[in-house]
């Protein structure tokens, strides 16, 4: 039977239309959200991601305010911004954008956030408050993950989901976020022996890894869902004939004839979809609900804050 495809943009955009009605009825009792995102430097990719993220907030009329920093700012200087946001009434989000150069003390300045206007969830506070299962600002990518699963009825309670990764932006809190939802939880890095034998347990498998393609059918259950959290840039046309079928190859030659390279996830979507009953796009699956997310976020932590 062929694999169902668990496409982010009906999801993404279902919850973007909640988080508008709830800014309308904010608005309505005279409170409108706001978001600040800081960024220090000039990584493409975090360009492109902060770029979407104020382009969302706007769109859902959330205030947003998009603070850029040259790469060589001081460390002093990032906490400075965010000391500064933290006292502002009008901001309920801030979020620095990461990888920060390397004079900043990226730990240093994600503990400098209000925890209450910790959008990104990264705050030892936050992060505490997870794993204890209490409420708590919880990161973007993982509940999006959650949001996919719930909202395309894939049932979680009592499943067995495997984690590639352990980041502290995706993987370890994917895992507090299953446990939550009463899933056996494993968690897989680069040293786990005999990866594929332990992927192979999972009814659901995260893949968080950062490496193009890396989870091939032999790590696949039959009939597993599979959600892929990688977004890679592939430009090797031989690489790119192993990961897609033929009748996809011809727009992802474009891509790479076009603009040098094409979006890859850490999954092989040509396996995947000969043995998983169901996963995620990329591009076009994950990567759209974390936007969201960090919008539902920005409303729910205005509404704590404001005790509205
Ligand atoms: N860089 C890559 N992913 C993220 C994220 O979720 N939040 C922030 N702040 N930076 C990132």
């Known amino acids: ?164 990764g352990r980041s502290n932006i995706v993987g370890k809190p994917m895992a507090m976020l299953f446990l939550k939802e009463n899933a056996t939880v494993t968690i897989c890095h680069s040293r786990t022996a005999d990866l594929p034998s332990v992927t192979r347990q999972a009814d659901i498998l995260v893949a968080a890894i950062g490496r193009a393609g890396f989870i091939r059918g032999e790590h696949i259950r039959e009939g597993a869902t599979v959600v892929d959290v990688g977004i890679n840039n592939v430009s090797d046309l031989d690489f790119a004939a192993e990961l897609f079928a033929p009748e996809d190859m011809e727009k992802r030659l474009k891509a790479i004839e076009n603009r040098g390279f094409t979006l890859v996830g850490d999954v092989n979507p040509r396996e995947a979809a000969e043995k998983a009953s169901s996963f995620t796009p990329v591009p076009g699956g994950v990567g759209l609900l974390t936007v969201a997310m960090l919008m539902k976020n920005t409303v729910e932590a205005a509404k704590m804050r404001r005790e509205v």
Do not use: W
């Open 1 to 164: 039977m062929a694999a169902r495809i668990l496409s982010g943009k009906p999801i993404a955009e279902a919850i973007k239309a909640e988080v508008a009605e709830e800014v309308i009825r904010l608005q309505a009792q005279g409170v409108r959200p706001g978001l600040a995102v800081v960024r220090v430097g000039d990584d493409p990719a975090s360009a492109v991601y902060v770029g979407s993220k104020v382009k969302t907030s706007e769109e859902l009329g959330i205030k947003s305010e998009h603070i850029h920093l040259p790469a060589t700012a001081s460390h002093n200087e990032v906490i400075g911004i965010v000391r500064e946001l933290n006292l502002r009434d009008d901001i309920d989000g801030i979020l620095v954008q990461l990888p920060l150069p390397p004079q900043v003390d990226a730990s240093a300045v994600l503990e400098a956030i209000d925890p209450r206007k910790d959008v990104d969830g990264f705050h030892p506070i936050n992060v505490g408050r997870l794993s204890l299962g209490e409420k708590a600002l919880a990161p973007c990518t993982p509940t999006g993950v959650i949001e996919i699963l719930k909202r395309s009825d894939i049932p979680i309670a009592g499943k067995h989901a495997v984690i590639v």
